[in-house]
């Protein structure tokens, strides 16, 4: 199985902060990397595919990059309405695995 | 528009079975990657099966052989049968699809499958 480990667990930022979360899997995963954000109470919602396709309606602030084993979230100016929980996923290979969650708090 | 609405959950005793439903709207099952995710009270997501449309499927290890995932192309629904069910599969289970990958592109709200005597 590929493991996603996502750094930090938490993070407190400022609005306007840029923000970057970063997600190590276990082995390469070609580039096949999906980013969520979930808010309390909320199904999550998808972010990006593929490393750093955006999906439709995801506002340019949101960034991924990365290859290999090594990829990035990042959020370019932190807005109130970002605050919340973002996981990442490969789809790899079987069994499909989340990262642990970075949980993007107030300062 | 793509919208996904799940129902079957509840509370059930150890050992027993339950059948969740996802019906589609804005596009059809069969055409997309159908999934199941969960997340137990307070933690992170869980995948838990994928269905082709192929008519392919893969499951989870912790699910695997309890479980079975399906589809009704004339109800455009999504299903997943739950046997032998333990405490550890409480959680808020998911339906998503995604066009291309297999990922998860469109998700519903999620019904909370309970699991205690």
């Known amino acids: 199985d590929i493991q996603m480990t996502q750094s930090p667990s938490s993070l407190s930022a400022s609005v306007g902060d840029r923000v970057t979360i970063t997600c190590r899997a276990s082995?390469?995963?070609?580039?096949?990397l999906a980013w969520f954000q979930q808010k309390p109470g909320k199904a999550p919602k998808s972010l990006m595919y593929a490393t750093s396709s955006l999906q439709s309606g995801v506002p340019s602030k949101f960034s991924g990059s990365g290859s290999g084993t090594d990829f990035t979230l990042t959020i370019s100016s932190l807005q109130p309405e970002d605050f919340a929980t973002y996981y990442c996923q490969q789809y790899q290979s079987y069994p499909l695995t989340f990262g642990g969650g970075t949980k993007v708090e107030i300062k | 528009e793509v919208q996904l609405v799940e129902s079957g959950g509840g509370l059930v005793q150890p050992g027993g079975s339950l059948r969740l439903s996802c019906a589609a709207s804005?596009?059809?099952?069969?055409?997309?990657?159908m999934s199941w995710v969960r997340q137990a009270p307070g933690k992170g997501l869980e995948w838990v099966s994928i269905?082709?449309?192929?008519?392919?499927?893969y499951y989870a290890d912790s699910v695997k052989g309890r479980f079975t995932i399906s589809r009704d192309n004339s109800k455009n629904t999504l299903y997943l049968q739950m046997n032998s069910l333990r405490a550890e599969d409480t959680a808020l289970y998911y339906c998503?699809?995604?066009?291309?990958?297999?990922?998860?592109?469109?998700w519903g709200q999620g019904t909370l499958v309970t699991v205690s005597s």
């Open positions: 804005g596009f059809t099952v069969s055409s997309q990657y």
């Open positions: 269905l082709y449309s192929d008519g392919s499927t």
């Open positions: 082995q390469g995963i070609n580039g096949n």
């Open positions: 998503a699809s995604s066009m291309v990958y297999a990922t998860f592109d469109s």
